[in-house]
């Protein structure tokens, strides 16, 4: 059953860690100027849903191989990891369907409460998403061995969560600008990197 879970925690890593990536790559050329509305938007949250189920199965498969009290962490980083997967689910999904294909029609006045701009209703929930990713990977810390290649992995998170509190101050800072979003800059690293150190170690499971 172990060598089951250790191939699906991999493979599901992998993915959301490409996913993850090509979010960030998609990001830059929007903010570039390269990428333009629709292919911007539609990119960046159709990528963005490539991580939910892959980065919750990840997680799931964590602490299924995670042993002793240290499952008590494992499973709180399970719980932050399914509200950061319901909420941006719920605001990709309005986006995606919904919002763009409004907009492409003319009718951006009958979807303006639904659209993500700074400050609004979905704004608020992609924040919370996030900002539950960050709580995820801080409770996965203490379930990891201080030793070996879990060190880097245990690494990984901790760094991921520190950013936490920046990713916060850019959702919630009264004025938004594309310069304040730079300050986000370290999680285009730190969550990339925890998702495929991560799927790492599981790959180092299955060897014999």
């Not at 701009?117 to 990977?137: E, K, Q, R």
């Not at 996965?140 to 990984?156: N, T």
């Not at 004025?175 to 986000?184: C, M, P, R, V």
Request: aromatic letters at 16%; glycine letters at 6%; zero cysteines.
């Amino acid at each position: 059953m172990n060598q089951t879970i250790n191939k699906v925690g991999f493979w599901s890593g992998m993915i959301a860690f490409g996913s993850n990536a090509a979010f960030v790559l998609v990001q830059g050329l929007q903010l570039t100027g390269i990428l333009v509305f629709p292919y911007d938007q539609i990119l960046i949250y159709g990528f963005s849903i490539g991580i939910i189920i892959p980065f919750l199965l990840e997680m799931l498969a964590f602490h299924y191989i995670t042993q002793g009290e240290k499952r008590f962490w494992s499973h709180a980083a399970l719980i932050f990891t399914i509200i950061y997967s319901v909420f941006v689910t719920s605001n990709y999904v309005v986006q995606l369907g919904t919002v763009i294909p409004a907009t492409l029609d003319g009718n951006v006045s009958e979807i303006g409460m639904l659209q993500q701009s700074p400050h609004s209703l979905f704004w608020d929930f992609d924040a919370i998403g996030y900002i539950a990713m960050g709580f995820a990977t801080l409770f996965a810390v203490p379930a990891f061995e201080r030793r070996g290649f879990q060190k880097w992995v245990r690494i990984s998170f901790l760094a991921n969560a520190l950013v936490t509190p920046l990713i916060a101050f850019v959702y919630f800072y009264p004025a938004f600008s594309e310069k304040l979003l730079l300050l986000a800059l370290p999680w285009t690293i730190t969550a990339p990197a925890a998702m495929l150190l991560l799927a790492l170690m599981f790959k180092k499971n299955l060897k014999p």
